[in-house]
């Protein structure tokens, strides 16, 4: 007869007991722990080396493709990647010195060859975001001045002026903007990290006085159609003061319009030789109505171009 004790009535039983939810747990955590390896692991090779980004940027330099030069990191606007596009001639031969690091910051010392020539530059990096990007060293600043206008173009992008342009670096041709009105160029080797300055003298086209005259033809004849005395801006002006006390109406007829002429340095013109018929309505100076007729057998207007972006304005005195 057998006799099992009362307080452990399965012996066996306790020794494999062991809940399926530790393991579980155990399973969890080492999985947690590889992908949290897995994570550094990626953040360490993304982030890379100061050297490696330094050398990053000269290959997309090399390469010309704006895509690869925005991949670096590097802050710098869509006009300046647009006009890397249509650079003359970029970078070769580019290759790394030495890099210095301190902390989040870093100096690579490069060389490189262009626009015929060799030359060396510092290039700074910082730690942004995890990885280590070139800073606005990494590009050239170039102040453009033009003797006409406000804007120059490279290839098919139109840059403003007014502020210094920060290009990357290569060579490029900057020419006079508008390109259907004005003419000029100049030839500019843009070295990161260097501030250049440049001036375009500019020309006009043959066909930007026909251009003007178009501008100037809608321009009075908006003008004509005003059944008031014209305000500033139309090149109208009639000795009415004279005669009469008040104008009520006016009615206005072009016979000829004038013809224009630009100055050489395309920022005025003149225009004369037209023919402009002006008839007033209103209270006389001795009182009761009045109505006279004024014709200008030489009428001439006067007044200032501009030049911005892709676009030619006239502009009346």
Same mark, same amino acid.
């Given at each position: 007869?057998?006799?099992?004790?009362?307080?452990?009535?399965?012996?066996?039983?306790?020794?494999?007991?062991?809940?399926?939810?530790?393991?579980?747990?155990?399973?969890?955590?080492?999985?947690?722990?590889?992908?949290?390896?897995?994570?550094?692991?990626?953040?360490?090779?993304?982030?890379?080396?100061?050297?490696?980004?330094?050398?990053?940027?000269?290959?997309?330099?090399?390469?010309?493709?704006?895509?690869?030069?925005?991949?670096?990191?590097?802050?710098?606007?869509?006009?300046?990647?647009?006009?890397?596009?249509?650079?003359?001639?970029?970078?070769?031969?580019?290759?790394?010195?030495?890099?210095?690091?301190?902390?989040?910051?870093?100096?690579?010392?490069?060389?490189?060859?262009?626009?015929?020539?060799?030359?060396?530059?510092?290039?700074?990096? !910082?730690?942004?975001?995890?990885?280590? !990007?070139?800073?606005?060293?990494?590009?050239?600043?170039?102040?453009?001045?033009?003797?006409?206008?406000?804007?120059?173009?490279?290839?098919?992008?139109?840059?403003?002026?007014?502020?210094?342009?920060?290009?990357?670096?290569?060579?490029?041709?900057?020419?006079?903007?508008?390109?259907?009105?004005?003419?000029?160029?100049?030839?500019?080797?843009?070295?990161?990290?260097?501030?250049?300055?440049?001036?375009?003298?500019?020309?006009?086209?043959?066909?930007?006085?026909?251009?003007?005259?178009?501008?100037?033809?809608?321009?009075?004849?908006?003008?004509?159609?005003?059944?008031?005395?014209?305000?500033?801006?139309?090149?109208?002006?009639?000795?009415?003061?004279?005669?009469?006390?008040?104008?009520?109406?006016?009615?206005?007829?072009?016979?000829?319009?004038?013809?224009?002429?630009?100055?050489?340095?395309?920022?005025?013109?003149?225009?004369?030789?037209?023919?402009?018929?002006?008839?007033?309505?209103?209270?006389?100076?001795?009182?009761?109505?009045?109505?006279?007729?004024?014709?200008?057998?030489?009428?001439?207007?006067?007044?200032?171009?501009?030049?911005?972006?892709?676009?030619?304005?006239?502009?009346?005195?």
């Amino acid at each position: 007869m057998t006799v099992r004790s009362a307080t452990n009535p399965h012996p066996r039983a306790r020794r494999g007991s062991t809940r399926p939810w530790a393991w579980l747990v155990v399973a969890m955590i080492a999985v947690l722990l590889v992908v949290a390896v897995i994570v550094i692991w990626q953040a360490q090779s993304r982030a890379g080396s100061a050297d490696e980004a330094a050398r990053a940027y000269l290959r997309a330099l090399e390469s010309g493709d704006a895509a690869a030069v925005r991949d670096t990191g590097i802050d710098l606007s869509d006009e300046a990647l647009q006009a890397f596009d249509d650079a003359d001639s970029v970078v070769s031969e580019a290759t790394v010195i030495s890099v210095d690091e301190k902390g989040s910051n870093a100096t690579a010392h490069v060389s490189f060859t262009l626009g015929g020539a060799e030359h060396d530059a510092d290039l700074a990096l !910082v730690r942004s975001d995890g990885r280590w !990007v070139p800073d606005g060293s990494g590009l050239a600043e170039v102040t453009v001045s033009t003797t006409a206008g406000t804007a120059v173009s490279i290839g098919d992008t139109v840059l403003d002026v007014s502020t210094a342009l920060a290009l990357v670096p290569a060579v490029y041709t900057v020419a006079a903007a508008p390109a259907a009105y004005l003419t000029g160029s100049v030839h500019v080797v843009a070295l990161p990290g260097a501030a250049d300055e440049v001036e375009v003298e500019t020309s006009l086209r043959p066909e930007t006085t026909a251009a003007a005259q178009q501008r100037l033809d809608a321009l009075l004849e908006a003008c004509a159609k005003e059944t008031a005395l014209p305000a500033d801006g139309c090149g109208i002006r009639i000795p009415w003061g004279t005669e009469f006390r008040t104008v009520d109406d006016a009615a206005f007829r072009i016979d000829t319009m004038p013809t224009v002429a630009l100055a050489d340095d395309g920022t005025s013109f003149t225009a004369s030789g037209g023919k402009l018929v002006a008839t007033l309505t209103g209270t006389a100076r001795g009182g009761g109505s009045r109505t006279t007729t004024y014709r200008s057998e030489n009428w001439a207007v006067r007044g200032d171009v501009t030049f911005a972006g892709n676009e030619m304005t006239l502009t009346v005195w």
